[in-house]
């Protein structure tokens, strides 16, 4: 996501959104709802159409730099009015990506190309090695023989000495960087220029705006330190670079307002802007502009940054950002490396950096293009995703207040750390508050995953993770939920009799109550963490009881294993994690009741049934998500009957025969579903028995005829014919359900070679289906055909397409 993201427009009305309107209603009716028809690629925001024209500029004064229009509507000659008192505007390139080889000194003359990274999602990274990597080669390419700290002007006198030395230096080629034109450049404010928003290439942008900073403190500090001494040309000299460099960071014009060359987030900008500012010695002057932007942090000349004590250093750096941090670190290493290289070897270093680094510029016009473009290269930075992107539009784009923006920022950065192999033992239910709330780590990519599967649900379409497309969908959700939520928001503040505005409902909100409870649940429900659910808790669901509370936790963790497992079935996942959220809602309102008994003893044991059916008939991607929508509409109606969407004569008869078929032992996805299938029916004839089930974890299943034996053996004399052995070696009653322990490779020969010595394992396993096998005298083809029979009977037992379970 990007600061001014570009979107192709398309929907026959004008979207308009009011964010800095005072009431709610305002907010409410900006939003657009989005239809599933609708191509999904629109502008963000468009100025409002009925607005007085001094309305219009007020708001437009008013509005985050995110509520800018998308892009700018073109209507034949006529231009459009200004978003910044009314200025025109420089109209960035609306052609095909173009890309540029440029040298630095190009770039960063007048006003051409002036950055910005406000709305990147990763903010500044580079440390110290990073720095020293660039600037080692830098000098390395720059400075030749010139190195050591020996000033080489007297002593390099051979013309010949001077060409050889001219013909080894090379042209520096620093890389791609992509850059997505924004639409905020007035020109009545700041003259001709362009102003882009950094996709690829912050990390370098940020670390040469450093050096050349570096350079030009060093060069101002030598000619400030020679005015006494009689080199008053030399002073003149070194004071007339400085100031070259500083109009490279700091491109003035006259009667036009000051820019940096590149700007940050204003979280992260503090330091980087007393840096390109360059105010050694005024402090005083700019105490003013340091307390609007360091919240009360006093900010000492740069000069002197070296020099502070680790008290001044931490009073300094504990109130600002990590990116804050490295930048000071950076620059202050800069400073000492180059203060060991002489006066020569830095304008050399700065000639070369200014004419012979080079910058592959590229333009893309849109920043979806520029998204692809970076993957496709497979780099970037981090390694940005999609979600990163998204992260971006909730927390920047649709988030009014900034202290929200960077709260927000944070939380998803802590929702998104790399979680710990279980939640903390400390993390219990609670009746009085949602384990929704608790904070947790889950991870970036449960929470792409969440935000697939919840947008899919929400928009009832298919949603693609390929490419980083799947962003515009989900900005299509996020957009959607707006506007149904300030619709009610509205409606509610009608009734009231409150005059106080009441907040409208925007990213913030969207993050704490769709993404971040969908990203907690999924992953306890992918890493079995059934007792965590509110809605399974003893003190939050009193009436459930214990062969209830422990046939749900099968069920869920039947469709765990199926929907890791097979891959046809990743789709029913969709539908999953809508029960568990529907669910831990109704526990955390209302204590259980009717609707979370609808939930669980009705839809539930109907998607474990379906889920099952997908898995063995592997119907299409179409008709999986057709299913899936139609549980999902079945539930949001409440008078439906959600057995009754299913209940096709021959269904359950389909998926008996499919059972039956099915070769599960030829391949590792229907070993995996085996397991799943047996260790479920163990399950059910256990909680039938009334006996205790074992905890959760990984099972597999062995082949109880091997698939290889000695000849001679055992197994040869009760399988002669080799045609019934390849009939039955891969069916679910050939298969015994085991524990995933390691075994020895003495104990696996053992095994595949003796029936005798399978009995003694089995009777070892704490699954009844297992166990059962030990009664048989023996294993022939007599015995697999019943043990067939019995596991398909199970079927009817177990699932049912036609009502729920009668557990």
């Known amino acids: 996501s990007t600061k001014t993201s570009i ?54 004064q008013e509005l985050p730099f995110f509520a800018a229009p998308a892009f700018q509507q073109s209507n034949g000659s006529s231009s459009s009015s200004s978003q910044s008192g009314g200025g025109s505007q420089s109209s960035p390139p609306q052609s095909a990506t173009v890309t540029l080889r440029l040298p630095l000194g190009t770039l960063f003359d007048g006003r051409d190309y002036i950055f910005v990274t406000e709305s990147n999602v990763r903010g500044y990274e580079w440390t110290e090695k990073e720095t020293d990597i660039l600037l080692d080669d830098l000098m390395d390419a720059a400075l030749g023989t010139i190195q050591g700290g020996q000033d080489t002007t007297t002593t390099n006198t051979n013309n010949n000495n001077q060409q050889q030395q001219q013909q080894q230096i090379t042209d520096y080629e620093l890389s791609q960087i992509v850059l997505v034109p924004t639409s905020d450049w007035d020109s009545n404010l700041l003259g001709l220029g362009s102003r882009y928003d950094v996709y690829d290439g912050q990390q370098r942008l940020v670390t040469l705006n450093l050096l050349l900073a570096s350079l030009r403190d060093s060069f101002q500090l030598e000619a400030t330190s020679s005015e006494g001494s009689s080199s008053k040309k030399r002073s003149v000299a070194l004071e007339a670079t400085a100031n070259e460099i500083s109009s490279m960071l700091m491109p003035r014009k006259v009667r036009k307002e000051d820019v940096k060359r590149i700007t940050l987030r204003k979280r992260d900008n503090v330091l980087l802007e007393k840096i390109l500012v360059n105010n050694l010695d005024d402090d005083d002057d700019d105490d003013e502009e340091d307390k609007t932007t360091t919240t009360a942090v006093s900010l000492p000349p740069t000069n002197t940054w070296s020099k502070l004590t680790p008290k001044q250093k931490s009073h300094l750096l504990t109130p600002l ?69 998204f992260k971006g539009l909730v927390c920047f784009r649709y988030t009014l207040d900034e202290d929200d923006m960077y709260q927000t920022f944070d939380q998803w950065d802590e929702l998104a750390a790399e979680p710990a192999a279980a939640i903390s033992s400390s993390i219990t239910n609670d009746s009085s508050s949602s384990s929704l709330s608790k904070p947790i780590a889950v991870g970036r990519d449960i929470i792409s995953s969440a935000c697939l599967l919840r947008a899919s649900a929400a928009l009832r379409t298919k949603i693609r993770s390929r490419g980083g497309d799947e962003v515009y969908e989900w900005e299509r959700w996020l957009r959607q939920e707006l506007w149904l939520q300030n619709q009610l928001l509205a409606k509610q503040h009608e009734k009231s009799t409150s005059t106080t505005p009441l907040q409208p409902w925007q990213g913030k909100d969207f993050f704490a109550k769709k993404i971040q409870p969908a990203s907690i649940v999924l992953h306890k429900f992918r890493t079995r963490q059934f007792d965590e659910f509110s809605f399974l808790s003893k003190d939050v669901n009193k009436k459930m009881t214990k062969k209830e509370r422990s046939s749900v936790i099968a069920r869920l963790d039947f469709l765990r294993d199926v929907i890791m497992g097979v891959t046809s079935t990743k789709e029913a996942e969709i539908v999953v994690l809508d029960i568990l959220l529907r669910a831990e809602e109704e526990a955390a309102s209302n204590g259980g009741g009717s609707s979370l008994d609808r939930y669980l003893e009705e839809f539930l044991p109907l998607v474990e049934s379906w889920t099952l059916w997908m898995a063995l008939t ?38 008996k025969a499919a059972m039956d078929e099915y070769e599960f032992g030829a391949s590792a996805g229907g070993k995996r579903l085996a397991a799943a299938i047996l260790k479920r029916m163990s399950t059910h004839l256990m909680l039938e028995e009334k006996k205790g089930i074992p905890d959760g974890g990984d099972v597999s299943v062995d082949f109880i005829l091997p698939s290889k034996f000695a000849k001679g053996s055992e197994w040869e004399k009760q399988w002669p014919e080799e045609e019934q052995r390849v009939e039955w070696m891969n069916r679910i009653g050939n298969l015994a359900l085991v524990s995933s322990r390691p075994r020895s490779r003495t104990a696996r020969k053992t095994a595949d070679s003796s029936w005798e010595q399978k009995c003694v394992d089995f009777k070892k396993e704490p699954w009844l289906l297992t166990r059962q096998l030990v009664e048989l005298d023996g294993w022939d083809a007599a015995a697999v055909q019943d043990q067939q029979k019995d596991i398909l009977s199970l079927t009817d037992l177990v699932w049912s397409f036609g009502e729920g379970s009668k557990q």
């Open 7 to 60: 979107y192709q427009t398309t929907m026959t009305s004008a979207l308009t959104v009011a964010l800095a309107a005072t009431t709610l209603a305002t907010f409410a009716s900006a939003f657009t709802p989005p239809s599933s028809s609708s191509v999904h690629h629109h502008a963000i925001i468009a100025a409002p159409s009925t607005a007085a024209a001094a309305s219009k500029t007020a708001l437009h």
């Open 618 to 655: 592997r119907p299409s991607p179409m008709q999986r998500h057709a299913r899936v929508f139609s549980l999902l509409d079945a539930m949001d109606d409440v008078d439906s009957v959600g057995a009754g969407i299913f209940a096709e004569e021959d269904e359950m008869e389909n998926l």
């Open 321 to 389: 950002s990590n990116a804050n941090t490295r930048i000071y670190h950076n620059f202050v290493h800069l400073t000492k490396r180059l203060s060991l290289l002489t006066t020569r070897e830095r304008l050399r270093l700065l000639d070369y950096i200014v004419e012979r680094v080079h910058l592959l510029v590229c333009i893309p016009e849109t920043s979806r293009i520029a998204r692809n473009i970076v993957m496709s290269q497979g780099r970037k930075g981090m390694d940005n995703e999609a979600v990163d992107d």
